[in-house]
Each structure stands twice: as C-alpha cells, then as structure tokens.
C-alpha cells in the first residue's frame, strides 16, 4: 500500500526469512520425535540434547514471529494515522482558504449598498418617500455581518476536522447532469386524401384521418404522396379543400386505412382491429326451386307446402 511505503524497518522481509526458519526447525523437531521413537522400539539411547534444543529453536522462533506480527500492526496502524493527520490538516487548509475566499467574494456588496443608498438622495425628491433607502442602509449593515458569520463557520468546521470530530475531507461539489437530447428524426408534412397509418422513430403506430395536416417520417410522407393518398399542404388542391373551395372532396377508398409501411403490392384491407389479410368470400348456399313458373301457374292459386318445387339443396 501507499501508505506503508516508508518504514524504519523493513518488517515483511524480516518476518519473511523468519518463517522460513520457523518451517526448518519444525521439520527438524519432527524427525528428531520420529527418531526418537524409533530409538525407544529399538531400545537404542536417545538423543535428549538435539530434541530439546529443536524444541527450544521451536519456541523461540514463534516467540519472534508474533512479536515481528505485533510491531507490523503497530506499524501499519501508526501509518494509517499519519495518514488521516495530513488529510485532515489539508481539508483545514483548504477550509481557511474558503472562508478567505468567501470573504473576498463577497465584501464589495456592502460598499455597493452604501453606494446605492447615496445615490437614491439625488432622486428622493422626484421619488418622495420610500423604503429602498432603508433597505439599502440595513443591507450595508447586515452583509458583512452575515459575511463574518460564515467565514467563521467555515474555520470552525476546520478546527472541528483537526480535532478528529467532522469528516478528514470535504464533501465533492455537485455534478451537473448531462442530458442526453435525442435527435429528433426528420418529418415531411403532408395533406392526406384517406386514413393513413405508420410507425415512428420508435416503432409507435401513428394514424391520421383523412383531410389533415400531419408531420410524417420521410419515408412514410414520400410513400405517400407516390401514391396519391396525400398532397404538399401549400398545393392548389390541398389549398382549395382546405379552404372549402373545391366541393365536397371524396375519399378514394371510404373505411379503408392504408398502412404507409407496409409493401403496396400486398392486398390487404383494414378493419377496426387494423390491417390484416383479406378475408375469404362468404359460402352462398344454393336453393334448386325447380323450373320457373308460368305465366298461367302465377295466376293460380299458390302451390301448398311440400310441392316440387319447395325442394332445398
């Protein structure tokens, strides 16, 4: 970490090679319990000076390491410290440099109200009584005092932040927001002659009836001026129906919607629930009544029910 960078003592490669001699001499200390035990099956003597010196080594070596552990805690927690010091110093510093600052920014208002109060003497008497020169006086007290007021807020927090009792640093300024403005896709206005329909820039169903103004994408709207389902408004004909003087127009197809993005050479037609595929013809069922009747049959009576020529198919 950057903040451990200076050391008195290099302590991670210290504590490094003692773990590796702390390894050594546990593996030491277990060959020496296996020969020992070895040694006892056998009832060869034992080797009680190397095993207790590898137990000593043993001990005094992890005696070492948690001592070498306690001096890098110490010594990262004294880092972390030092750390949060000079944070904190700087967030002060730039704490005084504020309130400085603010007072700089702020202090010609009050010799601006003083000014404006001198001035209103030389149109008092066009202007008779009013309280703007009151209220220019009261501000030319008040600003300062509210000036002093906040400078000194800003340095207290900063003695605040030095003690360790406010935040080691200062909150970010706002961010403004970028809005993100979409271009808007063109359109071409038109004047339809029949209900039209299409889809927008993104992908909503649009429908106009028919004698309006309406803006179209640029497909749709050339689609249908190609086909005859709509005008240029500033045309003579659009003009003249627009206007009433061109009659009582007529639609070219009453009921039916074109779809403006569907492909012209696909019959198909349109209903209240949209465009869809033609429906099939309706079935005609066929009644055989027999030959046709004479002029003298249609003089007589009826024939009564049941006769030839009551037979249906």
Same mark, same amino acid.
């Given at each position: 970490?950057?903040?451990?960078?200076?050391?008195p003592l290099d302590l991670s490669a210290k504590r490094a090679a003692l773990v590796a001699r702390l390894h050594t001499a546990e593996t030491r200390l277990a060959e020496l319990r296996q020969q020992a035990v070895t040694a006892a099956r056998n009832g060869t003597p034992l080797d009680a000076a190397a095993a207790w010196q590898a137990q000593f080594d043993l001990d005094a070596l992890q005696a070492a390491l948690a001592e070498i552990d306690r001096e890098r805690a110490a010594q990262e927690a004294q880092a972390i410290q030092e750390a949060d010091e000079a944070q904190r110093k700087q967030t002060a510093q730039a704490l005084h440099a504020a309130a400085a600052e603010?007072?700089?920014?702020?202090?010609?208002?009050?010799?601006?109200? @003083?000014?404006?109060?001198a001035a209103y003497a030389k149109f008092e008497h066009l202007l008779g009584s009013s309280g703007l020169p009151t209220l220019l006086q009261n501000?030319? =007290?008040?600003?300062?005092?509210?000036?002093?007021?906040?400078? /000194?807020?800003? *340095?207290? @927090? +900063?003695? *605040? =932040? @030095?003690?360790?009792?406010?935040?080691?640093?200062?909150?970010?300024?706002?961010?403004?927001?970028? =809005?993100k403005v979409e271009p808007v896709a063109p359109t071409i206005s038109i004047f339809s002659l029949?209900?039209?329909?299409? *889809?927008?820039?993104?992908g909503r169903l649009e429908v106009c009836g028919p004698f309006?103004?309406? /803006?179209?994408? =640029?497909?749709?709207?050339?689609? +249908?001026? +190609? @086909?005859?389902?709509?005008?240029?408004?500033?045309?003579? *004909? +659009?003009? /003249?129906?627009?206007?009433?003087?061109?009659?009582?127009?007529?639609?070219l197809d009453p009921g039916k919607t074109y779809d403006l993005d569907a492909d012209p050479n696909e019959k198909k037609q349109t209903g209240p629930g949209g465009p869809g595929p033609l429906r099939p013809a309706p079935q005609i069922q066929v009644i055989d009544r027999g030959p046709p009747r004479t002029a003298h049959f249609a003089k007589g009576p009826e024939p009564k029910p049941g006769g030839p020529n009551d037979d249906v198919l």
């Open positions: 970490m950057a903040l451990f960078t200076k050391k603010f007072e700089q920014a702020f202090a010609p208002f009050a010799e601006v109200m @003083r000014q404006g109060h501000l030319a =007290v008040e600003i300062p005092a509210a000036i002093a007021i906040h400078a /000194a807020e800003l *340095r207290a @927090r +900063a003695a *605040r =932040v @030095r003690e360790g009792t406010a935040p080691p640093s200062l909150p970010a300024p706002p961010q403004l927001e970028i =809005v029949q209900s039209l329909q299409w *889809r927008d820039a993104a309006q103004i309406h /803006a179209l994408p =640029v497909k749709a709207a050339k689609t +249908a001026l +190609a @086909r005859n389902l709509a005008l240029e408004p500033a045309s003579p *004909r +659009a003009q /003249a129906i627009i206007h009433g003087k061109d009659g009582q127009p007529h639609l």
